[in-house]
């Protein structure tokens, strides 16, 4: 392995080797609690860097105390140790100011979102939107889910900038605190969802499910999986993507003896991310296909709740 491979995991904290040549480790230009720094080796042999957080490659390397040029071999590290305490030493003064700042959007961002009743309206639409209401059904949604979850149907979704395109609409609530509505775009190009507004947290969609009485939940991806693993009486929750599970919530789960994650077959690796995070209650399960896809009686993958829990049942211990 490169000396620069070398030096740039070893400024970094939290690094595990997930591949050959691919490692991940916590970001050093936010406060990251669950790793969603990527690391690998490009076919120059230079260091790949990338956060799934969002963070800027510059923010990435200037945290920790380098230059990008010390991302390649035989840069001799850019700069010399003493420079690079200095410039460690203003990337955090930088990070905890942006943290501060965006801690105080978020507070703000959710004092608003608390007091909102657009879901309400978005949910009456179906009214009018009777094709809203055949693409919930059709996405596997039984008319009790539609009407008890409020989903609905927003006629321009007010973050999708510059289009304002239509969007079907998912409430995401927590003991009956309204925390963000999920809006999924009709017409996609890119990114499918939209927050309800800026700012707002990521959180666990149904967590509900976290303070009722059983002994095995699941962990899905997504609004959609989760609502459909109600349906079918599973005790679940769900991340917003892959990459949505904070490290400080696997102390949420600790009351369950199974706790089953059950991502989509492309995410094997961030499953097995997770799972180490919860610890010795933590399976995987290994679903064939995506669950909704699985679940839906209008798609053409259609399995039965007895072959789907057999999965669960099956699934690899995690730790």
């Given at each position: 392995m490169s000396d620069n491979v070398d030096f740039v995991l070893s400024q970094l904290e939290g690094v595990k080797q997930v591949g050959t040549d691919q490692?991940?480790?916590?970001?050093?230009?936010?406060?990251?609690?669950?790793?969603?720094?990527?690391?690998?080796?490009?076919?120059?042999?230079q260091v790949l860097l990338y956060c799934f957080a969002g963070c800027d490659l510059d923010d990435v390397v200037s945290s920790l105390g380098i230059d990008v040029a010390a991302l390649w071999p035989d840069s001799g590290k850019g700069v010399s140790p003493e420079e690079r305490r200095l410039r460690k030493i203003e990337a955090e003064q930088k990070r905890l100011k942006r943290d501060v700042n965006e801690q105080r959007d978020r507070v703000e961002a959710l004092e608003r979102m608390h007091q909102c009743n657009d879901?309400?309206?978005?949910?009456?639409?179906?009214?009018?939107?009777?094709?809203?209401?055949?693409?919930?059904?059709?996405?596997?949604?039984?008319?009790?889910?539609?009407?008890?979850r409020m989903l609905g149907y927003c006629d321009s979704c007010r973050m999708d900038y510059p289009d304002l395109r239509p969007s079907y609409t998912i409430p995401v609530v927590s003991n009956g605190v309204l925390w963000n509505i999920r809006h999924r775009l009709v017409d996609v190009d890119g990114s499918?969802?939209?927050?309800?507004?800026?700012?707002?947290?990521?959180?666990?969609f149904n967590a509900d499910d976290l303070r009722a009485n059983g002994e095995q939940i699941l962990i899905v991806e997504g609004e959609k999986k989760s609502l459909m693993a109600s349906q079918c009486g599973w005790?679940?929750?769900?991340?917003?993507?892959?990459?949505?599970?904070?490290?400080?919530?696997?102390?949420?789960?600790?009351?369950?003896?199974?706790?089953?994650?059950?991502?989509?077959?492309?995410?094997?690796?961030?499953?097995?991310?997770?799972?180490?995070?919860?610890?010795?209650?933590?399976?995987?399960?290994?679903?064939?296909?995506?669950?909704?896809?699985?679940?839906?009686?209008?798609?053409?993958?259609?399995?039965?709740?007895?072959?789907?829990?057999?999965?669960?049942?099956?699934?690899?211990?995690?730790?």
């Open positions: 490692w991940i480790s916590r970001c050093p230009a936010h406060q990251d609690r669950s790793p969603s720094l990527s690391i690998s080796i490009g076919k120059e042999d879901h309400i309206g978005y949910h009456n639409n179906l009214t009018y939107h009777p094709e809203a209401v055949d693409y919930w059904l059709k996405q596997g949604m039984e008319q009790y889910t539609i009407d008890s499918k969802y939209r927050p309800h507004m800026k700012g707002l947290p990521n959180v666990l005790m679940n929750v769900g991340i917003m993507g892959k990459r949505g599970f904070k490290q400080e919530w696997a102390e949420k789960f600790r009351k369950f003896k199974r706790v089953v994650v059950a991502l989509d077959p492309d995410a094997e690796d961030r499953a097995v991310e997770i799972a180490g995070l919860l610890g010795r209650r933590s399976y995987i399960a290994e679903l064939p296909e995506k669950l909704d896809d699985m679940l839906n009686p209008y798609g053409s993958i259609r399995a039965n709740k007895d072959d789907i829990e057999w999965f669960f049942g099956a699934a690899r211990k995690g730790w």
